[in-house]
């Protein structure tokens, strides 16, 4: 039976179909794969899609974009109102206390809720799967931004069901980009970070995932929905703005209809420059008439450019931070959104992260509703399960453990090796090279209280383990390890001697 797996984004969308152990991403009737979501009015009917945002182009005002972001939400403060309304289309108002499309097309306008502009892009979407999964086609997975309210999880769910499918669960974005991978499903004795990074259309969000033995944590979470791709497709526009001024010495800043197609071939120059190092961007009668070409080199864009890249990053910067890990401890990256293609992107995560596989062999639109997809098949298998049985309580670490490294001069290192909630039983191990000769080498370990920085009077001291006669670049390799019981052993292997050090801690009666 078919399942699958669907990724409702607030610029495109996508939908994995699962069968006989076989993931494919859906194309529609022009063999597109993915689909914009937008809505459009011509009067007699609706076009959803690319037709959609090709009208939107001649009649902005009958045309409904930026669903997603609307859904679920009530009354918006003016502020937020007014960003809102300049990246919608059509006008936007508030309709008992929640926002509205009000979408003009001749003489006529109707007033289209986000829940109901949903409904018709999933629909589409239902049409297009079931040219692969057949007519029966129901059971799928649902992902959602994880920065989502339940009030937003609960709408477009709903919306899904009322479309015809059946949702089987509703999982994070993040979630199904790691199923996407498989990572932690293969190897169930998987202990590793991964960071995914998502550069979306409107916005752009990084979460910090452990997996620990085929479960996954979430470590923290960013989201910035004021940059996005459409950003850099802006500074495009402004650099074709000035080119045809220089040109032709004509300001079109005022003519909006030449703007958005301007907007559409700085989009697709964008896209271009993914793969080619120049793109030429040409619009027929763009302004009195006069027809504009301009070609653009990936130089020349990354260097206009250069700060959103920096913004860009900068949402990771403060990931790490707040969930105070080091690059060096990120093992895996996973791109997500079409916008990640850009290779300056991918450039600036291969210096951040040299330790790090980045994770590319998935198209990064796509990998969402393959992961979901995957997700759909996985509960599917166990659907004679009643999952009610099988809760359980998994035993976690209350506190995070550090180890502190002293040598004779006192000159010390400390690091966070294990962080708090993670899943018991566990074995954990952790290198480092001995930077100097020395006689003696103390390694400390502590218990970090939770919610603090671990300076000394947040620390609790529970192991000491002392090495003698260490030899510069000596690799000291410390394990821990907690079994069932919560007993923790602690070793300590200088590898150039082959001498190691060893300590039991019992758990407390």
């Not at 599917?380 to 995070?400: H, R, V, Y």
Request: charged share 25%; proline share 3%; with cysteine.
């Amino acid at each position: 039976m078919a399942v699958a797996g669907i990724h409702f984004g607030n610029t495109n969308c996508c939908i994995a179909v699962c069968k006989d152990n076989r993931t494919e991403v859906v194309s529609n009737e022009t063999g597109e794969r993915v689909l914009p979501a937008c809505v459009g009015y011509t009067g007699e009917e609706k076009v959803i899609g690319f037709p959609a945002r090709n009208l939107s182009t001649r009649c902005p005002q009958s045309v409904i974009n930026n669903i997603k972001f609307l859904i679920g939400r009530s009354h918006l403060e003016e502020t937020f109102r007014e960003k809102v309304g300049k990246r919608c289309s059509c006008k936007m108002v508030i309709q008992n206390d929640c926002p509205c499309f009000e979408v003009s097309f001749g003489e006529s306008s109707v007033f289209v809720s986000p829940t109901e502009a949903s409904q018709f892009v999933l629909t589409k979407l239902l049409e297009n799967a079931e040219a692969i999964g057949g007519a029966d086609l129901e059971d799928s997975v649902l992902t959602v931004p994880i920065w989502f309210t339940e009030k937003q999880r609960i709408e477009l769910s709903e919306a899904c069901e009322s479309t015809g499918f059946n949702v089987l669960r509703v999982i994070s974005e993040p979630a199904a980009a790691l199923l996407a991978y498989g990572l932690g499903q293969e190897d169930s004795y998987e202990n590793s970070m991964v960071l995914v990074f998502r550069l979306g259309g409107t916005s752009v969000d990084a979460t910090l995932v452990e997996i620990n033995s085929g479960m996954y944590r979430v470590i923290a979470s960013k989201v910035n929905q004021d940059l996005g791709g459409d950003s850099y497709d802006e500074v495009l526009v402004k650099l074709l703005m000035k080119e045809f001024y220089r040109k032709f010495k004509l300001d079109i800043e005022d003519n909006k209809k030449a703007l958005r197609k301007l907007k559409v071939t700085a989009e697709q120059c964008k896209c271009a420059l993914s793969n080619m190092n120049n793109s030429m961007c040409s619009v027929d009668s763009l302004h009195d008439g006069i027809d504009f070409s301009c070609q653009v080199t990936r130089a020349k864009f990354e260097s206009h450019c250069a700060e959103l890249f920096a913004r860009s990053f900068e949402i990771v910067t403060d990931l790490l931070k707040e969930g105070e890990i080091l690059p060096s401890d990120i093992s895996k990256v996973i791109f997500v959104g079409g916008s990640t293609r850009m290779p300056k992107i991918r450039q600036i995560f291969s210096e951040k992260f040299p330790n790090a596989e980045l994770l590319l062999s998935i198209k990064p639109e796509e990998v969402i509703a393959i992961g979901a997809a995957k997700q759909a098949e996985i509960i599917l298998g166990k659907e004679e399960i009643d999952f009610a049985d099988l809760t359980c309580p998994i035993n976690c670490i209350s506190k995070s453990l550090a180890l502190e490294v002293l040598n004779e001069e006192q000159i010390s290192s400390f690091e966070i090796i294990i962080r708090k909630y993670t899943p018991a039983p566990f074995r954990k191990r952790h290198s480092f090279e001995s930077l100097s000769d020395h006689t003696k080498l103390s390694l400390r370990f502590y218990e970090i209280n939770p919610g603090k920085d671990g300076s000394s009077n947040d620390r609790h001291l529970i192991a000491k383990v002392v090495l003698n006669d260490v030899k510069k670049g000596s690799k000291i390799t410390s394990t821990l390890e907690m079994t069932r019981d919560c007993s923790l052993h602690i070793s300590v292997t200088d590898e150039e001697q082959k001498r190691t050090e060893s300590i039991n801690i019992e758990p407390a009666s």
